[in-house]
């Protein structure tokens, strides 16, 4: 099995001046996306954003603010386009592109019922696409007050919360009982460990909190996310365990010393294979044999990227740091494999 890695010189920093930041929007049916777009649309935030909808029709544009359409890319009074996805991703990113003014980011919102690991993938098939675009992050939008039902009953709100790097729990105002909307935030955390959590209400927020915020670079060491979430326990070896009632689980592991990358590639396929599906998120700092520079690594289901990161310091121990999250995953066999790639 080959992944989509990406670890060459060309695409593990290409000039992050000229790449145009993709942010995917992904949360259950009723979570609030179409409102959180629509704000993006019509605020006079400054910012020129091309809004990509998956589900697209009259009822989720306000044409108050449109200026004028052509082809159903429809611009907007404050600099903003919208179009939908129609039937080819890829062609509609470069139709983008044909604008003469650069957008300072893209909004790509997925179906209420579908996790966003297949957008990811798209991105990387068209060396156009990997010249022109790097992905910001992947925003999840919860619905405070029907979120735990939501969790029983389809497996898809588990693989949205658990692929995103920052969750905006939503529609807050609507749960009367403060302790339920804690309740809530806390099985977020016992999910989804590295992601940040935001509160708000009809999706409102600034949009410096959620979009340019480059999680995918991770300039936070994995650590610091973990000490942020609760439900952890540290065992004798550094390790550190979350389980969910639902069966999603998540560790991170520690351990010393320069890893082959060969090796490491070879245990990454053999990760997907064994557990396709039920790997959920991956994300850590990792360090290679005759590599000068720290590499930091993230994971959506078998998507994987990887990019340098600040040089190792003459004195720094050189530590691989990781956190795993899936269901019903065998850690033991996944620690020892990883363990196994240093050289």
């Known amino acids: 099995m080959q992944t989509d890695r990406i670890y060459h010189e060309q695409a593990i920093r290409r000039s992050e001046e000229t790449m145009i930041p993709i942010t995917i929007v992904t949360g259950y049916l009723g979570s609030g996306k179409t ?146 909307v804690e309740k809530v935030e806390n099985e977020l955390k ?12 009809k999706s409102e927020i600034k949009l410096e909190e959620v979009f340019l915020r480059y999680l995918f670079r991770m300039k936070e060491t994995v650590p610091k996310f973990i000490m942020k979430a609760k439900g952890f326990s540290i065992n004798s070896n550094n390790e550190q365990i979350a389980i969910h009632e639902s069966g999603v689980s998540s560790k991170f592991i520690e351990f010393e010393g320069e890893m082959a990358y060969q090796f490491f590639s070879i245990w990454i396929d053999l990760l997907f294979y064994q557990f396709a599906d039920n790997l959920y998120r991956m994300k850590g700092i990792l360090c290679f044999k005759d590599e000068p520079y720290k590499v930091y690594f993230q994971a959506v289901h078998d998507y994987v990227e990887m990019t340098k990161a600040e040089p190792w310091s003459e004195n720094e121990t050189k ?24 050289k």
């Open 35 to 180: 409102t959180l777009l629509n704000c993006i649309l019509k605020q006079n935030h400054g910012m020129k954003i091309a809004v990509i909808e998956n589900e697209f029709g009259e009822k989720n544009i306000d044409y108050e603010f449109v200026l004028h359409e052509k082809e159903q890319i429809f611009e907007m009074s404050n600099g903003c386009i919208c179009c939908n996805v129609r039937e080819d991703l890829i062609l509609t990113l470069k139709k983008i592109l044909e604008f003469s003014d650069k957008f300072n980011s893209i909004v790509i919102e997925t179906t209420g019922v579908a996790d966003p690991s297949p957008v990811l993938h798209t991105l990387k098939q068209d060396p156009v696409l990997i010249e022109n675009f790097e992905i910001d992050s992947i925003i999840c939008l919860v619905d405070a007050k029907n979120f735990l039902a939501q969790l029983d009953r389809s497996p898809e709100v588990k693989k949205q919360v658990t692929a995103s790097n920052l969750i905006m729990l939503n529609k807050i105002d609507l749960v009367d009982d403060a302790l339920m």
């Open 190 to 201: 016992q999910l989804n460990p590295i992601a940040e959590i935001i509160k708000t209400t």
């Open 319 to 342: 530590v691989n740091q990781i956190v795993v999250i899936g269901k019903d995953l065998d850690f033991e066999m996944i620690q020892s494999g990883y363990k196994s790639c240093v």
